[in-house]
């Protein structure tokens, strides 16, 4: 039974239906003649179904003319005809093994070079400049056969012996068509900032919340009022001698704003119809998969989101990349706010206009000092109570020293 089908398989068989008031007398001819059927079932009284090896199928011919029946080949079986088929189709087959040989060879060439440091971020460009030198002196770049490339641990060891004075580790990994090199530099410890001798003092009006003094002497407490370019902490800590003062003073400082909200406002909005294109991108070429006429501009605007789907196969990362383009079409919408909503949008508006202008620590209050509306906008006026450091340094002068240590008369 085995061998029967390897025959069929590699010489080609088919499937034929006969009919004919003879047909017990024709299968007792075949079987006469040695030749081996399968499959062999009764569809009707006057009709069966069988398989027969093509090298016996002129003989079952003549034996059918002569029981006087009648055959009709329902199937073609076998790599003989699959292969007739393919020559009828070359033009797929070539293409289909064309792509197969194209992804093949893509998939096995080093398309990127990635080199970051242990915190996956990119390295400064000169220092990734000299690490790329490196890696075309061992025949790593960007184009090359991946089978051409020497051990990984014997590049792995050659760049760490040349760059020994730069970095702590440099290791590498390929991932399909792309490498990437981690690159570990020598810590730097953090340079101490040497700073003269100085006194701390107040940037703005403000009222002091809180003082902590490091290095120095402090000149007010909290409670009092300071005006810039008051003392807060002092580097004159006694008699010749002077130092940079160190220390933190927070501040109560005031600001006012004032904002106009509109009563409408134009807002943009999705109408729920969409869009998409599909482009395929290779390198810096791009095969757009979409007719022109077929993405209409979109009357009313539209809002485009593009996502990018990279082509990969397990390990293997192919460098194509397939780009989807959704065009969101939008309208304009006019929205008509209340007399509290117009007040809440004012508010909110004025609140985040002064955090954008200071450098808060915390906002302790917030107070409505003008609120009005007409027949088109709502006007407030925000007074804000807010926390901030209000410090600066300032080099201690020859003038400071004798304002601090007079003369006596």
Do not use: C
Not at 9 to 33: C, D, H, M, W
Not at 318 to 329: G, K, N, R, S
Not at 372 to 400: C, F, G, H, P
């Amino acid at each position: 039974m085995i061998a029967n089908w390897l025959r069929n398989t590699f010489y080609g068989a088919i499937k034929v239906e006969v009919t004919g008031k003879l047909l017990s007398v024709l299968l007792n001819q075949l079987n006469r003649s040695g030749i081996p059927l399968l499959n062999v079932k009764r569809k009707s009284v006057e009709s069966i179904t069988f398989i027969i090896n093509i090298q016996h199928f002129e003989t079952l011919r003549t034996m059918v003319k002569n029981t006087e029946s009648k055959i009709k080949i329902v199937r073609k079986i076998g790599i003989p005809f699959y292969n007739w088929r393919l020559k009828r189709r070359y033009m797929f087959t070539f293409g289909f093994v064309f792509f197969l040989l194209f992804i093949w060879t893509m998939s096995n060439v080093l398309w990127d070079i990635e080199i970051v440091g242990n915190n996956g971020k990119s390295l400064p460009y000169e220092n990734e400049k000299i690490i790329r030198e490196e890696l075309e002196n061992t025949g790593i770049r960007p184009g090359v056969w991946k089978g051409k490339l020497a051990e990984k641990d014997m590049i792995q060891s050659y760049m760490r012996e040349t760059l020994q004075d730069r970095y702590v580790w440099i290791g590498m990994e390929i991932r399909g068509t792309k490498m990437l090199i981690i690159a570990v530099p020598f810590a730097k410890p953090p340079l101490q900032e040497k700073l003269a001798p100085s006194n701390i003092v107040a940037t703005k009006q403000a009222v002091i919340r809180n003082i902590l003094v490091h290095d120095g002497v402090a000149m007010v407490k909290a409670g009092k009022k300071v005006v810039p370019g008051e003392v807060l902490i002092s580097g004159i800590v006694g008699a010749g001698k002077i130092i940079p003062a160190k220390g933190v003073v927070e501040g109560i400082v005031w600001y006012t704003v004032e904002v106009n909200v509109p009563l409408q406002r134009e807002v943009e909005t999705y109408t729920g119809e969409s869009k998409k294109k599909y482009r395929l991108v290779l390198g810096n070429r791009e095969l757009p998969l979409y007719l022109p006429s077929s993405l209409e501009v979109l009357q009313a605007g539209h809002d485009l989101k593009t996502v990018i789907r990279a082509l990969s196969w397990r390990s293997l990362q192919f460098p194509i990349q397939l780009h989807v383009d959704t065009y969101f079409e939008t309208k304009t919408q006019i929205i008509k706010l209340d007399e509290q909503e117009a007040k809440n949008t004012a508010l909110a508006k004025a609140s985040q206009k002064i955090k954008e202008q200071t450098d808060y620590l915390e906002v302790v209050s917030e107070t409505i000092m003008k609120y009005n509306m007409d027949s088109e906008q709502v006007y407030l006026k925000l007074l804000a109570e807010v926390v901030e450091d209000i410090t600066a340094r300032k080099t201690i002068t020859e003038q400071d020293i004798l304002e601090h240590f007079p003369k006596p008369d």
